[in-house]
């Protein structure tokens, strides 16, 4: 359940981040990409979709998924980010945006393995 609630909080505030200061993501979106800042409003509104849904045991299974999924489509914009070496949040480093990439497969099975929870 610690697990459960601890994504939920992350989702939170990554949708209040995307919401508040959604200029921090633009530059983290390849510049063939339209309505940059929409997408970012969107993505927030949707984080907060999610945390409700993974908390409601009805339908956790099936957001978990969902999650999950919307988690490995974020993939290509982290490969972006870390590919062309963009700052994200303070970060410039290459190795640890690298690895903010990686991450992002715990964030994929951390959401997925919540199905059964």
Known sequence: MI????????????????????FSFINGIPPFIPFKLEIIFW??????????????????SLTSKITAFYFFLLLPIHLYVSWN????????????LWLRTLFQFVFIWWAYSLRKV
């Open 3 to 22: 697990r459960l609630l601890l994504l939920c909080l992350i989702l939170i505030a990554a949708g209040l981040v995307h919401l508040l200061d959604p």
């Open 43 to 60: 993505t927030g509104i949707l984080e907060f979709i999610l945390a409700v849904g993974l908390i409601l045991p009805k339908i956790r």
């Open 85 to 96: 070496v963009i700052p994200m949040f303070g970060i410039s480093d290459p190795v640890v």
